[in-house]
């Protein structure tokens, strides 16, 4: 069975902090994603990667970088915190980049910036 | 306009009855599509692909129009279970795996 893990449920930080989110996959699987979930919007793709150390950017990227130092790891990291950050986190992972590959999420984390 | 477009509901449904719904996409080039399944604070979760033949999986059924760019997801004999906000989402052949989700349908069964 997939599992993707991800390092806090929840998470309340302020303006201004440096904010680091880890997602863990035991799948092996190449690819793996980062979203955001907003009322209304849906889920939004922040940034992505198809293999270790490498990353390309999703539909909305400003504001955030990724790290990909091992195949089972994705941090996304915010680097200076702002109240429009605040938001339902998802982490994916999918095999590869094929057609229909499903893909796997974590729980979610909700991050609140005060 | 957005990518992919679903009514938000909620769809409220007797227990046992029937409801359908759609999603329209607006890129020609969409090559998968797919249901997701998100319960309340909870994960997505693949409900079914959407095949061109159209396919069914128990109580779902998935139906693929490329001339009108919509696909439907039809719940039969409902259940209390079915409660959830159902994801439309859509892969194009160029998006390397990347998936575009839709805001999602929310259907309420009751008894």
């Known amino acids: ?114 | 306009r957005k990518e992919v477009e679903q009514d938000p509901g909620p769809f409220n449904v007797p227990e046992g009855a029937t409801v359908a719904f759609n999603c329209t996409y607006s890129n020609s080039a969409s090559q998968s599509f797919f249901w997701y399944r998100q319960d309340c604070r909870k994960e997505p979760k693949l409900l079914m692909s959407v095949y061109s033949s159209g396919n069914e999986d128990g109580r779902f059924t998935a139906q693929l129009n490329r001339a009108s760019q919509y696909i439907s997801l039809l719940i039969r004999d409902s259940k209390l279970s079915d409660s959830a906000t159902y994801l439309c989402v859509v892969m194009t052949t160029d998006s390397w795996g990347k998936l575009q989700f839709g805001a999602g349908t929310q259907v309420v069964v009751t008894p």
């Not at chain 1, 702002?82 to 095999?95: D, E, H, I, V």
């Open chain 1, 1 to 114: 069975d997939v599992k993707v893990t991800q390092s806090s449920r929840y998470l309340v930080k302020r303006t201004g902090e440096k904010v680091f989110l880890e997602c863990v996959q035991d799948m092996d699987h190449e690819n793996m994603f980062w979203y955001r979930q907003d009322p209304g919007l849906g889920l939004r793709l922040i940034y992505f990667s198809y293999d270790v150390k490498m990353k390309e950017k999703g539909d909305i990227p400003e504001g955030y970088s990724v790290s990909r130092e091992k195949k089972e790891r994705f941090s996304l990291i915010l680097e200076s915190a702002s109240t429009n950050q605040t938001s339902m986190y998802l982490c994916a992972s999918s095999p590869t980049g094929a057609l229909r590959d499903e893909q796997y999420f974590g729980p979610g984390t909700r991050l609140t910036v005060t």
